[in-house]
């Protein structure tokens, strides 16, 4: 078990012209909370410079969850602003963060591409691209449960040097085997929560469930060898 320092955050995310034409509804609903400006943000998503931070961004998805080439664009792709989006007299972004979701499925494939955008120094916007699917652990959490799961895998074949988290999926609130459900109250969504991952390498896919137990401290997370599934 470890604790995995950092609070959970928001869940975790096209082509840019897609993108921006996709999201009139979630983005004001996102920024009438954070104060972004929803029109100048929307003009920042059809921009050179956001589609150049995005193609950095497709390029590194690891080809195991999206085959090069494959489009990223859908109707169903959303962006929810995770830190208020402030923008420079040339409509370019000062500061901020935002999600970024893309629904991908067929040939095999049927999982969410997630990407972070932030904004560094000078205007530079920077993409990390998060695990795939629906996971609800922050960036701090998947690199800490990375090691638990990818642990869990190497028990079964151990000469196997590369592995791959080729989805993601929230299962429920609770601990393994709660049954999918609405949280009854605010405290229950705040609380514990179980995933299955899907670990690929040489050939083999497993379904690994992990459990993420959040607490004043951090998030402790467990995981069961006996648990992982192949197949």
């Given amino acids: 078990m470890v604790k995995a320092r950092g609070a959970r955050r928001s869940r975790l995310s096209t082509s840019a012209a897609v993108l921006a034409a996709a999201l009139a509804g979630d983005l004001s609903a996102s920024s009438a909370r954070a104060q972004t400006d929803p029109a100048k943000f929307r003009a920042f998503l059809a921009s050179d410079l956001y589609k150049a931070a995005f193609a950095v961004a497709r390029d590194a998805i690891p080809p195991a969850v999206l085959p090069p080439r494959s489009d990223l664009s859908s109707p169903d792709s959303t962006v929810t602003i995770a830190k208020d989006v402030t923008f420079a007299k040339n409509g370019q972004p000062r500061s901020g ?8 499925s067929g040939c095999g494939i049927d999982t969410v591409i997630n990407i972070f955008f932030s904004v560094g120094e000078r205007g530079r916007i920077i993409p990390v691209v998060a695990l795939p699917g629906t996971t609800h652990a922050d960036l701090v959490l998947q690199r800490d449960a990375l090691l638990y799961a990818f642990t869990g895998v190497k028990l079964r074949m151990e000469s196997c040097p590369d592995l791959t988290v080729t989805n993601t999926r929230f299962e429920a609130y609770g601990l393994h085997g709660s049954p999918p459900r609405e949280p009854a109250t605010e405290a229950e969504a705040r609380g514990p929560w179980w995933e299955t991952w899907t670990v690929r390498g040489c050939g083999r896919a497993f379904a690994v469930p992990l459990e993420f137990i959040p ?12 648990r992982i599934r192949e197949g």
């Fill in 97 to 104: 963060a935002w999600w970024s979701r893309s629904p991908v």
């Fill in 215 to 226: 607490d004043a401290t951090g998030t402790t997370i467990n995981q069961s060898p006996a």
